[in-house]
């Protein structure tokens, strides 16, 4: 059992989720020409270092939950292997895939989640937000497996002031599920559209779509008003009214827009690309979160990382902030009978790689 001073340093990092000038999180997907499917996010958070790693988890490795009172709840093994993109601590698994092709990702969801109350009679079978996806990749083969493992779980904050959140899970079929727990019960959505932020809930940012029905791609056509002849300054003005803020309102509908527009390509790979240039247009720099009077924090983005799964091969791509060089995990290469737990930082350097041109 780990020290209670090692678990209220657990707490402290959590916490900060809550308090947060920015936490946000858009999440896209794409399908290639040859039916690969590749979904992709990015992970915000405006007040600190997330002190980010990516996780090796072979199957039969055990952890157990946090609960309030510390590390006391849910035992669980892993079924099947994984690999997981973790914030905070190793066992916050935010992002992942586990060699089935299940993926499954957390997003930020203040305001509109309620979590059952912690019952310490149920602590046996409570887990924490945090460790949902850990649990889940490490059992399930499909989103319809998650749906019946969650429906015998209590989902539980550690610390009961801290933000809920919701999740999405995809699995090699390409369906695609939301799960949102209000009300303190769990709800989930078909999600056909592919994308995900943050508050309010999914079923709402759909609807807020038909407010978005006149965009449309290309150029608008030149008309007249009156005797006063009308045209557009430029390409793009079929998206005249498109909301340009970090809201995640605003960031669902850019979403949206822009992977319902985007080419369709021919590979796996080519995708994965695609979803990388898309998000580099929800890439939030530091100081337009912080409230004005207040010191932004010394880090060099409050988009801390993006990744993008290839589905069909098992391969995980992400950068990060500190290095935008794309890096990839292949979970075929892995023997998850064989491999030994690693959890290792996603920057070993803190430092953008600058390619000198040199002319002869």
């Given at each position: 059992m780990r020290s209670f001073?090692?678990?209220?340093?657990?707490?402290?990092?959590?916490?900060?989720?809550?308090?947060?000038?920015?936490?946000?999180?858009?999440?896209?997907?794409?399908?290639?020409?040859?039916d690969a499917t590749i979904v992709a996010r990015t992970i915000e958070w405006g007040g600190s270092n997330l002190n980010?790693?990516?996780?090796?988890?072979?199957?039969?490795?055990?952890?157990?939950?946090?609960?309030?009172?510390?590390?006391?709840?849910?035992?669980?093994?892993?079924?099947?292997?994984?690999?997981?993109?973790?914030?905070?601590?190793?066992?916050?698994?935010?992002?992942?895939?586990?060699?089935?092709?299940?993926?499954?990702?957390?997003?930020?969801?203040?305001?509109?989640?309620?979590?059952?109350?912690?019952?310490?009679?149920?602590?046996?079978?409570?887990?924490?937000?945090?460790?949902?996806?850990s649990w889940l990749l490490g059992k399930c083969?499909?989103?319809?497996?998650?749906?019946?493992?969650?429906?015998?779980?209590?989902?539980?904050?550690?610390?009961?002031?801290?933000?809920?959140?919701?999740?999405?899970?995809?699995?090699?079929?390409?369906?695609?599920?939301?799960?949102?727990?209000?009300?303190?019960?769990?709800?989930?959505?078909?999600?056909?559209?592919?994308?995900?932020?943050?508050?309010?809930?999914f079923e709402w940012h759909l609807t807020n779509l038909n407010n978005y029905v006149s965009l449309y791609p290309g150029m608008t056509q030149p008309r007249q008003l009156g005797n006063v002849d009308l045209s557009s300054f430029g390409v793009g003005s079929g998206f005249w009214g498109i909301p340009g803020d970090i809201t995640p309102p605003s960031r669902f509908v850019r979403a949206a827009f822009y992977q319902a527009t985007a080419p369709q390509k021919s590979t796996a790979l080519e995708t994965v690309l695609q979803c990388f240039q898309i998000l580099n247009n929800f890439d939030i720099p530091i100081g337009m979160e912080t409230s004005e009077g207040k010191t932004p924090v010394d880090i060099p983005s409050a988009t801390q990382w993006t990744s993008a799964t290839d589905m069909r091969n098992r391969i995980i791509y992400f950068r990060t902030m500190y290095d935008s060089t794309i890096r990839s995990i292949d979970l075929r290469t892995i023997d998850f009978s064989t491999v030994t737990y690693r959890a290792e930082p996603m920057d070993a350097v803190k430092q953008q790689k600058i390619e000198a041109v040199e002319i002869q």
């Open positions: 001073s090692f678990f209220i340093s657990v707490i402290t990092g959590y916490m900060l989720w809550s308090i947060s000038p920015l936490q946000a999180c858009t999440g896209i997907t794409l399908k290639s020409q040859d980010s790693r990516y996780v090796i988890v072979p199957r039969g490795y055990s952890e157990q939950s946090y609960t309030p009172d510390g590390q006391d709840g849910m035992l669980f093994t892993a079924r099947y292997g994984y690999v997981g993109l973790a914030v905070e601590q190793k066992e916050f698994i935010v992002e992942g895939i586990n060699e089935t092709g299940l993926s499954a990702g957390l997003f930020y969801f203040p305001g509109y989640g309620e979590y059952e109350k912690y019952d310490k009679k149920q602590r046996d079978n409570s887990i924490s937000d945090f460790q949902l996806v083969a499909t989103v319809e497996d998650v749906k019946k493992a969650v429906a015998d779980v209590h989902v539980i904050n550690i610390d009961p002031r801290a933000s809920t959140v919701h999740w999405r899970f995809i699995d090699i079929t390409g369906r695609q599920l939301v799960l949102e727990i209000t009300g303190r019960k769990a709800h989930f959505h078909e999600n056909k559209l592919g994308v995900l932020t943050n508050s309010p809930g």
